[in-house]
């Protein structure tokens, strides 16, 4: 392959493939791929946008996704299912400050309010049992996706735009001559050349930079399991997530209840796993038939989990940054946290932003690699396990 390009993007998942969206429309850009488009942890999601909450303390990115999400919706092959969500808190938090936060959500402008146990029964009857709880948070700039979908028509939009996708190539090596990127090296020992490289390949981004630039990020893996149950649940059923147990659900187009969560580092990184734990089916069955009413008999139908896992960060947001110390060319998108399909309208901008020097609808500050002092893997979580075997809440 004798072509040069403006921009290597080295991973195909919906953050490489909406990198390329967002680049394609005035650069020559190529997506190198290992395996297949979405086949690592874009495919194994479970298509919440939930970005107001996760992205609470960056008001002007959780507009930006949310409004993208919405006006994509019927592109392609491409929907987006608006939905309540709830935001389950537990009763060791104090009702006013929870209220505040609320408040403080309608006046950056989104759909939030408070309610409390009585008030979500009137809200949402007969759905939740909430002993244990003071209320929830219940947003309604929410919704939900088919990961799937989703990837492919932001593939085909780039395409549309001139982008190449290289699929079953796996790069081995960034190239660098005189302290700039003018590449990336392939397994079949051919350089492809390029002025820039964006390294946007999950977990396996800060191995593959190491000999560059150091990056704080963790592999770790979520899981997820289909329930079918007797109830019968209506485009009213709230997606949800639980604080007790930091599960998460939704209803399925076919009546199934989807739940997420049981997140624990996995350890030694690369390591695959294609069947979820037995402590994931154990805390499902010990939750939700008590957290949400009238399920009747409900029985396990199909579980997944990410073979090799996703990545995470110290404070839960993603790396996207050209880091001053790496070489000149060389930008890093990494640290998803899980929620690389509902921020990946940010991340594609914030791409372009950092490759091109542009500015934006809102600061990539936020994500610059140079807020983290400690450069080290070791770090913890309050919501993810560090092993297995403990895939319940972590305190």
């Known amino acids: 392959m004798s072509q040069k390009y403006d921009v290597i993007i080295v991973g195909g998942g919906i953050v490489g493939c909406m990198a390329?969206?967002?680049?394609?429309?005035?650069?020559?850009?190529?997506?190198?791929?290992?395996?297949q488009i979405g086949g690592g942890?874009?495919?194994?999601?479970?298509?919440?946008?939930?970005?107001?909450?996760?992205?609470?303390?960056?008001?002007?990115?959780?507009?930006?996704?949310?409004?993208?999400?919405?006006e994509y919706d019927g592109?392609?092959?491409f929907s987006f299912h608006e939905r309540s969500?709830?935001?389950?808190?537990?009763d060791e938090h104090d009702v006013a400050s929870l209220r505040d936060h609320a408040a403080t959500l309608r006046e950056n402008g989104f759909d939030a309010a408070f309610h409390t146990p009585d008030e979500l029964e009137n809200r949402f009857p007969d759905t939740f049992e909430l002993d244990g709880h003071a209320g929830g948070i219940v947003y309604e700039d929410a919704g939900w996706l088919d990961p799937y979908t989703f990837v492919t028509t932001v593939k085909e939009d780039a395409e549309r735009d001139g982008a190449t996708f290289l699929t079953g190539v796996e790069v081995d090596d960034l190239a660098v001559e005189d302290g700039s990127i003018v590449g990336v090296d392939t397994e079949a020992d051919e350089r492809i050349r390029a002025e820039q490289v964006v390294v946007a390949a999950g977990w396996r981004t800060r191995q593959f930079v190491s000999e560059h630039?150091?990056?704080p990020t963790r592999p770790y893996r979520y899981q997820t399991y289909n329930l079918d149950h007797e109830r019968t649940l209506t485009e009213e059923f709230p997606m949800a997530w639980d604080e007790h147990s930091h599960l998460y659900f939704r209803a399925e187009p076919n009546g199934e209840l989807h739940i997420g969560?049981?997140?624990?580092?996995?350890?030694?990184?690369?390591?695959?796993?294609?069947?979820?734990?037995?402590?994931?089916?154990?805390?499902?069955?010990?939750?939700?038939?008590e957290l949400i009413t009238n399920l009747g008999e409900a029985q396990f139908v199909a579980?997944?989990?990410?073979?090799?896992?996703d990545s995470a960060t110290p404070d839960r947001y993603p790396i996207i940054d050209a880091p001053a110390e790496a070489p000149e060319g060389l930008a890093v998108a990494t640290g998803t946290h899980g929620f690389g399909i509902m921020a990946a309208p940010v991340i594609g901008t914030a791409i372009r932003m950092v490759v091109t020097d542009e500015d934006g609808p809102f600061s990539v500050d936020e994500f610059s690699l140079d807020r983290f002092e400690d450069r080290s893997t070791d770090f913890g979580s309050s919501y993810i396990a560090e092993s297995p075997e403990l895939v319940g809440p972590q305190s």
């Open 20 to 35: 390329a969206r967002e680049l394609a429309p005035d650069h020559d850009v190529l997506v190198v791929e290992r395996d």
């Open 41 to 70: 942890a874009t495919g194994k999601a479970s298509g919440l946008v939930t970005v107001v909450e996760e992205y609470s303390d960056t008001p002007a990115a959780a507009a930006h996704a949310i409004e993208f999400f919405r």
């Open 75 to 77: 592109t392609g092959h």
């Open 85 to 90: 969500y709830v935001e389950l808190r537990s």
């Open 213 to 215: 630039v150091s990056i």
């Open 261 to 289: 969560g049981g997140t624990y580092f996995v350890k030694p990184p690369g390591t695959p796993r294609s069947t979820t734990t037995e402590g994931f089916q154990r805390l499902i069955a010990g939750t939700i038939p």
């Open 303 to 309: 579980g997944d989990t990410c073979r090799f896992g």
